[in-house]
């Protein structure tokens, strides 16, 4: 199915590894022109290489507004223009109740709340001249139904949706569409990370277990499945589509409800 993708400029946070490298992949393979930005330089390097010439990498740390600033320059310098943005970088701290330090609220706020406020705030008016864009914003089903032990996480990600569909009203009559995608548990390295660190001894097992638990489907999801939803959104075939928050979980948010 052509997405009609060819040739749009899309930029692309947190999109070294996992997810973000996946809509980056998806994104690449429809014709589209892709910013990648990401903390680590080498992983990102190898990232941008992998994706071909149709990528270009920018060392940012989307966390302070100074690194957003110089994503988006580079971004118009290289390409004149931005099409589409999608807010993908994100961090949680493990944590029960009010635990966590003021610092670790900060760093988490500006991780996956601020980070899409400075991105949008610059990539708006770059889609405003053209009257077109889209904005994908990445949150998680833990923004509609809270886990517990993730507190910073859950609460930053409802923030996401609700920015979200209240950027969607007001950018309607510019033809700027903005949408949430909502993962449930998928298979990439953030999860592994924190399977990890609560069964160190069985990581594998307590997904496992975790999945035949929680999800009707009986499995975690797949990168490159969350990453044709956000294609689909970013192209003209979602047209009529905007102020939505998708859930993409194999059924989970349904049976934790």
Not at 58 to 86: M, R
Not at 99 to 123: H, K, P, T, Y
Request: aromatic share 6%; proline share 4%; hydrophobic share 45%.
């Amino acid at each position: 199915m052509d997405l009609g993708l060819k040739d749009r400029v899309a930029v692309i946070t947190g999109a070294s590894y996992g997810l973000g490298e996946a809509m980056a992949q998806c994104l690449v393979k429809e014709g589209a022109h892709v910013v990648i930005c990401a903390r680590g330089e080498e992983q990102l390097a190898r990232t941008a290489q992998a994706l071909g010439p149709q990528a270009l990498a920018v060392k940012a740390d989307v966390s302070q507004a100074a690194g957003i600033q110089t994503l988006f320059d580079t971004t118009v310098q290289q390409f004149g223009k931005l099409d589409i943005l999608v807010n993908n970088a994100g961090w949680y701290h493990l944590s029960q109740g009010l635990g966590l330090s003021d610092e670790e609220w900060q760093e988490n706020l500006d991780i996956n709340l601020f980070s899409v406020i400075r991105c949008s705030r610059l990539a708006i008016p770059l889609m405003q001249q053209q009257k077109w864009g889209r904005i994908i914003n990445i949150s998680s089903i833990f923004g509609k139904q809270p886990n517990a032990g993730l507190i910073d996480y859950n609460t930053t990600k409802a923030a996401v949706i609700s920015l979200s569909k209240t950027l969607a009203d007001e950018l309607a009559k510019d033809n700027i569409l903005v949408n949430v995608v909502c993962p449930g548990p998928t298979q990439t390295p953030l999860w592994d990370g924190l399977a990890k660190t609560l069964n160190p001894d069985d990581p594998d097992g307590m997904i496992n277990d975790f999945a035949a638990a929680n999800i009707p489907l009986g499995r975690f999801g797949r990168p490159e499945e969350i990453a044709a939803l956000v294609a689909f959104l970013c192209s003209e075939r979602a047209s009529f589509i905007t102020g939505a928050a998708y859930d993409i979980d194999g059924g989970m948010v349904k049976n934790m409800g």
